[in-house]
């Protein structure tokens, strides 16, 4: 409790490890400014940014809960799915996401490669750049966007992924490809616990569907892009399949539409318990 506060904590944030904007030391301050008890750390297919979090958490007396957001591959469509206390420091844990990660790298460069082709001299993006833009970050599409609006291909990040680098666009190029029980069985090797991120973006629930009978443990309920009817109907689905759910902002620092987000979703701290105890953490 801070003061008369309910304690409160949000699950699902970005650093710069992957594609956001906040070095982990930034997002603990902020966070505690914010008014937030505990927070987790899930950046893309990295563990990188935990420790520092967790250092600066004692700091400041935020709880930093490690974890991770993997993306999986159902029939070319991604569903992410996040991973709460897997063992951030085993060496086979650190090896499978530099693998996952030097493939993101090679992703990239296709990418790159094809986004030259297509402009027949009107642009060119450096791969150089590219790497430069992602820094110590997992990189990704939001780093390619990012350089393309530098070279002057397109006007901004959302109209490089309409025109060029959505699923649908001549230059998307799939990442490592991993089945969600590939995902949920990797999470629960290193001890974790899975929970399938942002059902509703994906349109589809048979997607849901799916992982939820590949095992995954939980369901982010509450996510700045989910209506209350969508909060409503994960819930429910939730407590059907009797699994955890969680919430959070998946803050970028700013990298997505250019907003924050870090404070829109305030889960009350008995869900972050009941994901301890399932975890054995408590
Ligand atoms: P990647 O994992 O490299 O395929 O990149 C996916 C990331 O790009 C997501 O986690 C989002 O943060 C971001 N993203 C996806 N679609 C868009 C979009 N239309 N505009 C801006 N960012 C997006
Ligand atoms: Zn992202
Ligand atoms: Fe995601
Ligand atoms: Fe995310």
Known sequence: MRGSQPAVVDLHLHTIFSDGLFTPEELVIRAEQTGFTAIAITDHDSVEGIERARVQGKRLGVEVVPGVELSSNVNGTDVHILGYYIDYRSPAVQEFFTRVREFRLQRAERMVNKLNELAGGRWRVSFERVKEIAGAGAVGRPHVAQALVEAGGVASMSEAFEKYI??????YFPKLRLTPAEVIERIHQAGGLAVIAHPATYGNDGLVYLVIAAGVDGIEVWHPEHNQRAVDH???????????VTGGSDCHGGRKFGRVYLGDIR??????????RRAKKC
């Open 267 to 276: 889960l009350p701290y008995q869900y972050l318990m009941a994901l301890k």
């Open 234 to 244: 994960y819930l429910e689905l939730a407590q059907k399949n009797r699994l955890l």
């Open 166 to 171: 959505g699923y649908d666009g001549p230059a």
